[in-house]
T-cell receptor, first 116, second 111 residues
C-alpha cells in the first residue's frame, strides 16, 4: 500500500523568507512517480512537478526547487523568497506505474500562509 | 492549451436526490480519474477509466456509478445523496505514463 506523509499541517512565514515543505512517502514499487500540486483558495489543483523514481536529480524552476532523496523516501519542496501569491495548500502525491491506472495517493497537505 | 472541463461547477441538491457530474478530458488523453475532496481533506481516488473501460476503483460508494463514453467524456452518477457527499469532485485526465491534469472541480452541496 502507498502512503504519503506531510507532517507539517500549517506553516506561516513572512514574505521573502524561504520555506521548505516536507514530504515522506512509502511504496513497495520500484517504479513510481512523485508529484506536488498547489491548491489556492479558489480550489483548483495546479500541477507543479512530476518526478520519476529513477531520476534523483534535484530540480529548480524559478523560485521553486525540489529535493528528491530515495534513501530517505523524501521529496521536499522549497520556495525561495516567498510571495503572498504562494499562499495555498500544497499536496505531495505518489502514483505507482500501472497501465491505464496511475491513481494518485495524496498526503494530507500543508497549508502555507505568507504574511505580507 | 485545452484543459479538463467539468460541469456543473456548483451544484446544490437535497438529501436522497441524484446528481450527475460531467467531465471532458483534454483532447487525446486516454485516461480519466475521479477524485472526491471533503472539506479540509486531501483528494481521495474514486474511480478511473482507460480507453473507456473501468481500470480501477477506489473508495467509491455503491450509490455512485461512473462511465466513460465513446467521445471520452465521463460522467459520475450519484444517487440517494447524503449530507456526507458534500465535497469538491475533481476529474483529471492523462495520457499513459504522463501527468494527470485536473479540472476545476464541481462543488456539490447536499442539504
Amino acid at each position: 500500500a502507498q502512503k504519503v506523509t506531510q507532517a507539517q499541517t500549517e506553516i506561516s512565514v513572512v514574505e521573502k523568507e524561504d520555506v521548505t515543505l516536507d514530504c515522506v512517502y512509502e511504496t513497495r514499487d520500484t517504479t513510481y512517480y512523485l508529484f506536488w500540486y498547489k491548491q489556492p483558495p479558489s480550489g483548483e489543483l495546479v500541477f507543479l512537478i512530476r518526478r520519476n523514481s529513477f531520476d534523483e536529480q534535484n530540480e529548480i524552476s524559478g523560485r521553486y526547487s525540489w529535493n528528491f532523496q530515495k534513501s530517505t523516501s523524501s521529496f521536499n519542496f522549497t520556495i525561495t523568497a516567498s510571495q503572498v501569491v504562494d499562499s495555498a495548500v500544497y499536496f505531495c502525491a505518489l502514483s505507482e506505474r500501472r497501465l491505464g491506472n496511475e491513481k494518485l495517493t495524496f498526503g494530507t497537505g500543508t497549508r502555507l500562509t505568507i504574511i505580507p | 492549451a485545452a484543459g479538463v472541463i467539468q460541469s456543473p461547477r456548483h451544484l446544490i441538491k437535497e438529501k436522497r436526490e441524484t446528481a450527475t457530474l460531467k467531465c471532458y478530458p483534454i483532447p487525446r488523453h486516454d485516461t480519466v480519474y475521479w477524485y472526491q475532496q471533503g472539506p479540509g481533506q486531501d483528494p481521495q481516488f474514486l474511480i478511473s477509466f482507460y480507453e473507456k473501460m473501468q481500470s480501477d476503483k477506489g473508495s467509491i460508494p455503491d450509490r455512485f456509478s461512473a462511465q466513460q463514453f465513446s467521445d471520452y467524456h465521463s460522467e459520475l452518477n450519484m444517487s440517494s445523496l447524503e449530507l456526507g457527499d458534500s465535497a469538491l469532485y475533481f476529474c483529471a485526465s492523462s495520457r499513459q505514463e504522463e501527468t494527470q491534469y485536473f479540472g476545476p472541480g464541481t462543488r456539490l452541496l447536499v442539504l
